[in-house]
Protein backbone atom coordinates (compact mmCIF):
# COMPACT_ATOMS: atom_id res chain seq x y z
CA UNK A 1 0.00 0.00 0.00
CA UNK A 2 1.42 3.62 -0.89
CA UNK A 3 0.35 6.28 1.51
CA UNK A 4 0.63 10.10 -0.10
CA UNK A 5 0.76 12.47 2.98
CA UNK A 6 0.00 15.65 2.72
CA UNK A 7 -0.84 19.07 4.63
CA UNK A 8 1.89 19.78 7.12
CA UNK A 9 2.94 23.16 7.10
CA UNK A 10 3.93 26.37 9.74
CA UNK A 11 1.62 27.51 11.94
CA UNK A 12 1.22 29.94 15.26
CA UNK A 13 0.53 28.55 18.47
CA UNK A 14 -3.01 28.05 19.01
CA UNK A 15 -3.34 27.89 15.11
CA UNK A 16 -5.01 24.80 12.86
CA UNK A 17 -3.96 22.50 10.46
CA UNK A 18 -5.14 19.70 8.44
CA UNK A 19 -3.51 16.82 7.44
CA UNK A 20 -4.77 14.12 4.71
CA UNK A 21 -3.12 10.92 4.26
CA UNK A 22 -4.46 8.95 0.91
CA UNK A 23 -3.86 5.22 0.73
CA UNK A 24 -3.44 3.15 -2.67
CA UNK A 25 -2.99 -0.04 -4.00
CA UNK A 26 -4.55 -3.27 -2.67
CA UNK A 27 -6.14 -1.83 0.23
CA UNK A 28 -7.82 -4.36 2.59
CA UNK A 29 -11.24 -3.63 3.65
CA UNK A 30 -10.38 -4.30 7.17
CA UNK A 31 -7.93 -1.88 8.78
CA UNK A 32 -6.45 0.95 11.00
CA UNK A 33 -5.13 3.92 9.51
CA UNK A 34 -2.88 6.15 11.69
CA UNK A 35 -1.07 9.68 12.34
CA UNK A 36 2.28 9.22 14.35
CA UNK A 37 4.98 12.09 14.93
CA UNK A 38 8.65 11.82 15.53
CA UNK A 39 10.74 14.64 16.61
CA UNK A 40 15.10 14.38 15.84
CA UNK A 41 16.80 12.60 18.91
CA UNK A 42 12.85 10.74 20.04
CA UNK A 43 11.00 7.92 19.57
CA UNK A 44 8.20 7.76 17.07
CA UNK A 45 4.88 8.08 18.83
CA UNK A 46 1.40 7.45 17.80
CA UNK A 47 -0.58 10.42 17.81
CA UNK A 48 -3.88 9.04 16.73
CA UNK A 49 -5.54 6.42 15.06
CA UNK A 50 -9.14 5.37 13.77
CA UNK A 51 -9.94 1.76 12.10
CA UNK A 52 -12.31 1.35 9.29
CA UNK A 53 -15.09 0.25 11.95
CA UNK A 54 -14.47 4.08 13.70
CA UNK A 55 -13.07 3.09 16.40
CA UNK A 56 -10.37 5.72 17.29
CA UNK A 57 -7.57 6.12 19.34
CA UNK A 58 -5.44 9.41 20.62
CA UNK A 59 -2.23 9.94 22.53
CA UNK A 60 -2.76 11.95 25.99
CA UNK A 61 -0.87 14.62 24.74
CA UNK A 62 -3.70 15.69 22.07
CA UNK A 63 -7.11 14.51 23.61
CA UNK A 64 -9.09 17.07 22.92
CA UNK A 65 -7.63 19.18 20.22
CA UNK A 66 -6.84 16.78 17.40
CA UNK A 67 -9.59 14.74 15.35
CA UNK A 68 -8.70 11.66 13.33
CA UNK A 69 -11.76 10.94 10.78
CA UNK A 70 -11.42 8.89 7.62
CA UNK A 71 -13.44 8.65 4.30
CA UNK A 72 -13.29 4.65 4.00
CA UNK A 73 -14.44 4.96 0.08
CA UNK A 74 -11.68 7.61 -0.43
CA UNK A 75 -9.21 5.29 1.26
CA UNK A 76 -8.26 8.73 2.97
CA UNK A 77 -7.77 9.54 6.56
CA UNK A 78 -7.15 13.08 8.07
CA UNK A 79 -6.58 14.49 11.26
CA UNK A 80 -7.67 17.91 12.33
CA UNK A 81 -5.10 19.41 14.58
CA UNK A 82 -6.34 22.38 16.73
CA UNK A 83 -4.96 24.66 19.47
CA UNK A 84 -1.64 23.50 17.62
CA UNK A 85 1.49 23.99 20.49
CA UNK A 86 5.14 24.17 19.90
CA UNK A 87 5.61 20.60 21.16
CA UNK A 88 3.33 19.86 18.70
CA UNK A 89 6.07 20.49 16.31
CA UNK A 90 7.36 17.12 14.11
CA UNK A 91 7.29 15.06 11.19
CA UNK A 92 4.10 13.50 10.48
CA UNK A 93 4.05 10.17 9.56
CA UNK A 94 0.66 8.16 8.37
CA UNK A 95 0.62 4.16 9.07
CA UNK A 96 -1.67 1.92 7.42
CA UNK A 97 -1.58 -1.86 9.27
CA UNK A 98 -4.04 -4.39 8.46
CA UNK A 99 -3.95 -8.39 8.44
CA UNK A 100 -4.45 -10.56 5.57
CA UNK A 101 -5.85 -14.22 6.52
CA UNK A 102 -6.08 -15.41 3.25
CA UNK A 103 -2.61 -15.21 3.24
CA UNK A 104 -1.79 -14.94 7.23
CA UNK A 105 0.60 -11.86 6.57
CA UNK A 106 0.51 -8.86 8.09
CA UNK A 107 1.19 -5.48 6.29
CA UNK A 108 2.80 -2.15 8.18
CA UNK A 109 3.16 0.61 5.85
CA UNK A 110 4.53 4.27 6.46
CA UNK A 111 3.81 7.18 4.41
CA UNK A 112 6.83 9.70 3.87
CA UNK A 113 6.25 11.90 6.02
CA UNK A 114 4.64 15.91 6.54
CA UNK A 115 6.52 18.50 8.83
CA UNK A 116 4.54 20.34 11.14
CA UNK A 117 6.01 23.59 12.77
CA UNK A 118 4.21 25.53 15.19
CA UNK A 119 5.63 28.98 16.16
CA UNK A 120 5.38 30.21 19.93
Known amino acids: VQLQASGGGLVQAGGSLILTCAASGSILSVNLMAWYRQVPGKERELVAG???????TYADSVKGRFTISRDNAKNTVYLQMNSLKPEDTAVYYC???????????????WGQGTQVTVSS
Open 95 to 109: NYITYDVADDRSYND
Open 50 to 56: MTTGGVT
